[in-house]
């Protein structure tokens, strides 16, 4: 795993409907200097008056209401996209396809391997400018 702390103005949202996965990415991620919102449901991180802040979404693929995938499509036809990592208990070839097809960064399996992820968010923060 990686130790070298982010600038501190990066913002990670972190959407997942299970808390303990919430709890955990959040905790990994502020320990390498990342500030990290979270959410239970995408209509939750929709609300949220600081989504324009995030530099980058981490979010669950399957979450009652609103699908990971759905959230990153709503963002991007609202004009308004962030960079979108999707991470899912239950991995489809044909889903991931689409997901990066539709602009999606990275797509990663549960149990997350944590430097694949903190690769993932690296590469996106330095290549969206943040």
Known sequence: MQNAPMAKEAIIAVVDDDEAVRLGLSSLLRSLGY????????????????????????????????SGLELHDRLVATNTPIPTILITGYPDN???????DAGVLCYLKKPLVYDELLACIKTTLSQHGA
């Open 35 to 66: 500030v990290v919102m979270t959410f239970a449901s995408g209509q939750d991180f929709l609300r949220s008056p600081h989504r324009g802040d995030v530099s980058c979404l981490v979010s669950d693929i399957q979450i009652p209401g609103m």
């Open 94 to 100: 044909e889903a991931r396809k689409h997901a990066l």
